[in-house]
């Protein structure tokens, strides 16, 4: 087997695994434990393996200032990006979920304009903006109008703050860089998190001994841990190395429509071809931004050089 074939193997994999985090972490939630408490546990467990990983192979503690940096990092991507999420899974379906949080290109746009004027709103740019926005409405029409649960709305709101607040994090960390390995910054900024998400937990009273949480949360967990942490991540990092930009970041794509179909099949969740139709057209609008993006880029590279 060639090293493109074991990439496209990586690409596979991360699709099929990033997709069916949702809904692991959405039986998670719905075995009665708190989406806050899920997230706190699933993050020590992500973060501490990571650290200890690095720690053994010599790397050395972050600095005072560092650690500051990586709980503020840690606080965007991980306490409200991913704590706000998986609490809104308890009531919205994980197709839904993952197609919001698939939006986060076409809200970096919009705060980059609007806060450093240093994106342009390009036909393209304008073109992804709009069927984005029309294709997420007609799933929300679609859930919300034919089929609304009680927390619909809340959850709708917890997810589109965990996807501005991932697009913020990711925006400053493209402008302030740390020196400091990646994949370990990633451990520390999980695993300070968790301890942020565990005092959160405590505060709120919803919580759950841990002898008391069920074994198909247990299991979810560990999924996300040890596979969707691990496993995606180490395919998704040989996908980068050895596949175009381009073609790796297909799983963006993918995942969302993995989320659907494996919750629809799952979870029960609802599957309509209006949502199919909606989910098509909100990828379609992200690909053309985030195409608009990559032109804007290699302009600004070129007009450097």
Same mark, same amino acid.
């Given at each position: 087997m060639t090293t493109r074939q074991k990439a496209y193997i990586g690409l596979a994999a991360t699709s099929i695994i990033w997709g069916t985090s949702w809904v692991a972490s959405k039986i998670a939630v719905k075995g009665g434990v708190p989406g806050l408490e899920v997230a706190a546990i699933r993050q020590f467990m992500g973060g501490a393996l990571f650290v200890s990983f690095f720690l053994i192979r010599g790397e050395k503690l972050p600095t005072g200032k560092q650690m500051l940096w990586l709980a503020g990092m840690g606080s965007l991507l991980f306490v409200i990006a991913n704590g706000f999420a998986t609490v809104a899974l308890r009531y919205i379906p994980s197709g839904l979920a993952a197609l919001i949080?698939? +939006? /986060?290109?076409?809200? !970096?746009?919009?705060i980059e304009r609007l806060?450093?004027?240093n994106t342009k709103i390009t036909w393209v740019t304008f073109t992804g903006l709009l069927l984005g926005i029309s294709g997420i409405g007609? !799933?929300? /029409?679609?859930?919300?109008?034919?089929?609304?649960?009680? %927390? /619909?709305? +809340? %959850? +709708?709101? +917890?997810?589109?703050?965990?996807?501005l607040s991932w697009s913020v994090g990711t925006i400053i960390i493209a402008r302030n860089k740390v020196k400091i390995n990646a994949y370990n910054a990633t451990g520390w900024q999980m695993l300070l998190a968790s301890f942020l998400l565990m005092i959160m937990t405590l505060v709120s009273g919803d919580t759950v001994p841990l002898s008391a949480v069920p074994a198909s949360t247990w299991m979810a967990i560990a999924y996300l841990v040890f596979v969707s942490s691990i496993v995606a991540f180490v395919a998704f990092i040989y996908t980068m190395k050895h596949l175009e930009p381009a073609i790796a970041a297909l799983y963006a794509y993918i995942n969302p429509i993995v989320a659907i179909l494996t919750g629809s099949v799952l979870m029960n969740e609802k599957l309509t071809i209006d949502i199919l139709i909606g989910s098509a057209i909100t990828l379609a609008g992200v690909f053309l931004v985030n195409r608009s993006l990559k032109k804007q880029r290699e302009q600004a590279l070129a007009d450097v050089g």
């Open positions: 949080a698939a +939006l /986060y290109p076409l809200s !970096v746009v919009i806060f450093f004027r007609i !799933v929300f /029409y679609d859930n919300a109008f034919h089929n609304q649960t009680e %927390g /619909y709305i +809340l %959850g +709708l709101i +917890l997810s589109l703050i965990a996807m």
